[in-house]
């Protein structure tokens, strides 16, 4: 099975390229929704996070409040260092869930949706890594028009993030998002076939105690 880590930036595109990759077929596990349902109201990531912020990040109903959870932790390095003690590892386990069915699915291609692939070294573990990327203007003007606000605040959330630059260093693949969303898409149908060429014979190479080894390598290095 050829796992493949699919990363980008805030507002460079990496959830049109996501859904453009499962509307060709290929299978994509979107760690984002992993986090959410890992950390549902009850569970034991939910758990490990009242732990470290305590209960005044739940709403009345006992949910987190992802928002007021997001200030917290924005700006505030040790609290992100918090949140990912206190999440990392039920997602790694969410993950490693999600990719033995995908195996026992026969799925010879997944697509590995982390926003965090770099910063958590997980790109170690995936090949190619593909990164969504734009020029700094786009970005700036995509997140102002998706999410409103002043440019100073906007541009505070992109300086937050691993730069772009420093991601293309790492990356494999580098989809550039400066177009239309028409020329995106015909991007993506070139990566699509791209990353299924040759994916039958890793499926064939690929025996099930290498599969563990791989689940087991990204439960450790999230934890």
């Given at each position: 099975m050829r796992v493949v880590g699919l990363t980008g930036g805030i507002a460079t595109g990496k959830s049109t390229v996501s859904r453009e990759l499962s509307v060709q077929g290929i299978t994509v596990i979107d760690c984002d929704k992993l986090a959410h349902a890992a950390t549902s109201?009850?569970?034991?990531?939910?758990?490990?996070?009242?732990?470290?912020?305590?209960?005044?990040?739940?709403?009345?109903?006992?949910?987190?409040?992802?928002?007021?959870?997001?200030?917290?932790?924005f700006n505030d390095a040790a609290a992100r260092r918090r949140l990912n003690a206190a999440t990392?590892?039920?997602?790694?386990?969410?993950?490693?869930?999600?990719?033995?069915?995908?195996?026992?699915?026969?799925?010879?291609?997944?697509?590995?949706d982390m926003p965090l692939l770099f910063e958590t070294k997980?790109?170690?573990l995936t090949r190619p890594n593909v990164l969504v990327a734009c020029s700094p203007e786009q970005q700036l003007g995509r997140l102002l028009a998706r999410d409103g606000g002043s440019v100073e605040r906007a541009q505070a959330r992109i300086a937050a993030q691993m730069p772009l630059d420093a991601k293309k260093r790492l990356a494999d693949i580098v989809v550039e998002n400066d177009?239309?969303?028409?020329?995106?898409?015909?991007?993506?149908?070139?990566?699509?076939?791209?990353?299924?060429?040759?994916?039958?014979?890793?499926?064939?190479?690929?025996?099930?105690?290498?599969?563990?080894?791989l689940v087991a390598a990204v439960a450790l290095r999230l934890r």
């Open positions: 109201k009850g569970s034991w990531g939910w758990k490990r996070v009242v732990q470290a912020f305590g209960r005044d990040i739940l709403t009345a109903e006992g949910d987190i409040d992802r928002e007021r959870l997001g200030g917290l932790v990392h590892l039920p997602v790694a386990l969410s993950l490693a869930r999600a990719l033995l069915l995908s195996w026992l699915s026969c799925k010879w291609v997944v697509v590995v997980s790109h170690k177009g239309s969303v028409e020329q995106l898409k015909a991007q993506v149908r070139r990566l699509s076939e791209r990353l299924r060429r040759g994916s039958l014979l890793w499926g064939v190479l690929t025996s099930p105690l290498a599969v563990m080894a």
